[in-house]
């Protein structure tokens, strides 16, 4: 799952190296576009559906607080 998490990311912005242990939206590596667009991608890739309420940059901000969001709407 951190792979595809990391594909995703890169994809999403090659500029940036997802592997540092940063704060993905503090750093601003990621912004509000960003987040929609890494949001359809997760649906698409993880074929589950981002409850509204979990789009909050807390769950964004890591590799590991993505990965669990993932899990929490019933990513495998």
Do not use: C, H
Not at 3 to 12: D, N
Not at 36 to 52: A, H, K, Q, W, Y
């Amino acid at each position: 799952m951190r792979e595809k998490i990391i594909k995703i990311l890169t994809e999403l912005r090659p500029e940036f190296d997802f592997n540092e242990d940063v704060d993905f939206i503090d750093e601003g590596m990621l912004d509000s576009f960003d987040v929609v667009n890494l949001v359809t991608e997760l649906d698409s890739t993880f074929e589950i559906s981002i409850d509204g309420v979990d789009i909050l940059p807390e769950n964004f901000a890591s590799i590991d607080s993505i990965e669990k969001l993932l899990i929490k709407n019933g990513a495998k």
